[in-house]
């Protein structure tokens, strides 16, 4: 199995709801990233996990909070979003981040907060 | 501090016509990592290669082709009679290797390339 899975594959919310953005790889990779994505714009990276401890937080705000239940689950849990939050989020994992395997990404999740 | 840019925001060809995407990185490490991934429009990221800075072979898979050129910091990619199926967008990107890891992913901008019948 060499795939990322994220669900839900769109997601419109309100700014008082609260959602959590979901993804899963069976690869035995013990590194997940989260990436925002903004229409025409590279991914920007937002966190990553190694081994299911939090390894790089690119100062994201707090209304994301990311987890890691396990070392095939990664987890995105939203609140008080803004309009400008909308975006496609992508899930990646790699083998580790110490040796710079190439990541593999998921489908992605387009978020729309109204 | 690293940065990647692709000059070709857009590009446009005709099916069978050969087009070359390019990348121009910086860094200041000498042991450094080049990526380039596909971004269909279902938006899902598709890795196509990686090279490491020691290894500078071109590499050719199927119409791909890459040519990795140190003295002038690129890592062009290649595509040999295109295809309508290859419409996406095209992104390179570098990683550079600290002490105890790798920095994370660092992407161009991006090339959006668009193949008519």
């Known amino acids: 199995d060499t795939e990322v899975t994220q669900t839900p594959k769109h997601l419109v919310m309100g700014m008082t709801n609260k959602k959590s953005l979901k993804c899963e790889q069976h690869m035995g990779h013990r590194a997940m990233y989260w990436y925002k994505q903004k229409a025409k714009k590279p991914p920007e990276l937002m966190f990553v996990y190694s081994y299911e401890k939090l390894s790089i937080n690119e100062s994201v705000p707090s209304r994301f909070s990311p987890e890691c239940p396990n070392s095939s689950l990664l987890n995105l849990h939203l609140h008080a979003l803004q309009p400008e939050d909308s975006a496609l989020y992508l899930c990646?994992?790699?083998?580790?981040?110490?040796?710079?395997?190439?990541?593999?990404f998921g489908p992605g999740t387009r978020l729309t907060v109204l | 501090a690293q940065k990647v840019t692709q000059a070709q925001t857009e590009i446009s060809v005709v099916e069978k016509e050969d087009v070359t995407l390019d990348c121009v990185y910086e860094?200041?490490?000498?042991?450094?990592?080049l990526f380039w991934y596909k971004q269909p429009p279902s938006g899902e990221l598709v890795f196509l290669i990686r090279r490491n800075s020691f290894d500078e072979q071109n590499e050719i898979s199927g119409r791909y082709s890459w040519n990795f050129q140190k003295s002038t910091s690129s890592f062009n990619f290649t595509i040999t009679a295109s295809q309508v199926v290859d419409s996406a967008v095209y992104f390179c990107?570098?990683?550079?290797?600290?002490?105890?890891?790798?920095?994370?992913?660092?992407f161009g901008k991006g090339t959006r390339l668009s193949v008519i019948a």
């Open positions: 990646a994992s790699s083998q580790q981040i110490s040796r710079n395997n190439e990541q593999f």
């Open positions: 990107a570098l990683s550079e290797r600290v002490l105890g890891g790798n920095t994370p992913l660092v």
């Open positions: 860094t200041r490490d000498t042991t450094y990592y």
